[in-house]
């Protein structure tokens, strides 16, 4: 059983930027982030795969957020930039235990999730 833990959420005004991280407690494959706004259903943010090549982003970051892992420390990062007001949600990391190649996008993909880290961009 992998344990996750989020962290670097918070409070920010729009067109800021926040690091989150996402630490494992083992070795993992696929990593992403999802997110969750009040009354809304999870969706799809970030993924990336266990090597760090394959990458895949929400047509609503693209070209304002990144992902990236470091294995040594099994943690991965979603580097959030130029954050607008709709990109308010608690955000969750999620990671699979197999799938080498593999950066998915559908949250049934993944096995483990984070209790979430609250974003909030302020107007």
């Known amino acids: 059983q992998v344990q996750l833990v989020e962290s670097g959420g918070g409070l920010v005004q729009a067109g800021g930027s926040l690091r989150l991280s996402c630490a494992a407690s083992?070795?993992?494959?696929?990593m992403g982030w999802f997110r969750q706004a009040p009354g809304k259903e999870r969706e799809f943010v970030a993924a990336?795969?266990?090597?760090?090549?394959?990458?895949n982003f929400a047509d609503s970051v693209k070209g304002r957020f990144t992902i990236s892992r470091d294995n040594a420390k099994n943690t991965v990062y979603l580097h959030a930039n130029s954050l607008k007001s709709e990109d308010t949600a608690v955000y969750y990391c999620?990671?699979?235990?197999?799938?080498?190649?593999?950066?998915?996008?559908?949250?049934?993909?993944?096995?483990?999730w984070g209790q979430g880290t609250q974003v909030t961009v302020s107007s």
């Open positions: 990336i795969n266990r090597s760090g090549v394959r990458t």
């Open positions: 083992g070795r993992t494959y696929a």
């Open positions: 999620a990671a699979r235990s197999s799938g080498y190649f593999d950066a998915p996008q559908a949250h049934q993909s993944y096995e483990y």
